[in-house]
């Protein structure tokens, strides 16, 4: 039995990276919401896969997920 929510969120410079555990149904639910908000606002899903992988998806089993800011202007 798993207990208590195991959610990381961390700030990596203008990167926010996301990890929970796929078999604690209450840090899907965490991370999902998550992942809704932020991508809601504008923020680029990815994940590690040998390179950066943009995620549009989201799916329990990834288990970790960066978020990369949108540059505006440029």
């Known amino acids: 039995m798993i207990v208590g ?3 990381n969120i961390s700030k990596e410079s203008a990167k926010i990276k996301l990890t929970w555990r796929r ?3 209450e840090d899907i639910e965490k991370a999902r919401e998550f992942f809704m908000n932020l991508t ?3 923020w680029l899903a990815t ?3 040998g390179r ?3 995620i549009l998806e989201f799916k329990p089993e990834y288990e970790e997920l960066l978020f990369l800011p949108v540059s505006e202007g440029g």
């Open 23 to 25: 078999e604690n149904a």
């Open 5 to 7: 929510v195991l959610v």
């Open 47 to 49: 994940r590690r896969n």
């Open 40 to 42: 809601k606002q504008g």
């Open 52 to 54: 950066l992988q943009r």
